[in-house]
């Protein structure tokens, strides 16, 4: 399994844009399906986006058009960019994978885990 560590997170104005990073150590990154999730407090750990093995990729209807993902296998890094932020969405964002080439929405289906960045946005 790969271990995983995120970046990027921190205090955004609402409009800002912000770009969270995710290193990914061990294992083998270019076959691992990644994704990112993110959790508010007293809700529950949603899928935000993710992109498959084969390049794939899968937004959320909440963040749909606001949000470019990308991953770049040489450096073992995935990538999110957020733009147009509002208030919800401030929450920890955690970087997940499975090694699979679908990616799934499901946080049951990600067998490693980041420990998370905090992202809030002021409003």
């Known amino acids: 399994q790969v271990q995983l560590i995120e970046s990027g997170g921190g205090v955004v104005q609402a409009g800002g844009s912000l770009r969270l990073s ?13 994704a990112w999730f993110r959790q508010a407090p007293g809700k529950e750990r949603e899928f935000v986006g993710g992109i ?3 390049g794939a990729p899968g937004v959320a209807d ?17 990538y999110l960019q957020m733009s147009s932020l509002k208030p919800e969405d401030t929450a920890v ?5 499975r090694v699979s080439a679908i990616l799934s929405p499901e946080t049951t289906d990600f067998t490693s885990w980041g420990q998370g960045t905090q992202v809030t946005v002021s409003s």
Do not use: E, P
């Not at 909440?62 to 995935?78: E, P």
């Open 52 to 54: 498959s093995w084969t």
């Open 62 to 78: 909440s963040v749909k058009g606001r949000l470019t993902l990308s991953r770049d296998n040489a450096k073992s890094t995935l």
């Open 22 to 34: 995710c290193a990914a150590s061990g294992g083998t990154f270019s076959t691992n399906t990644m």
């Open 93 to 97: 964002y955690y970087c997940a994978a």
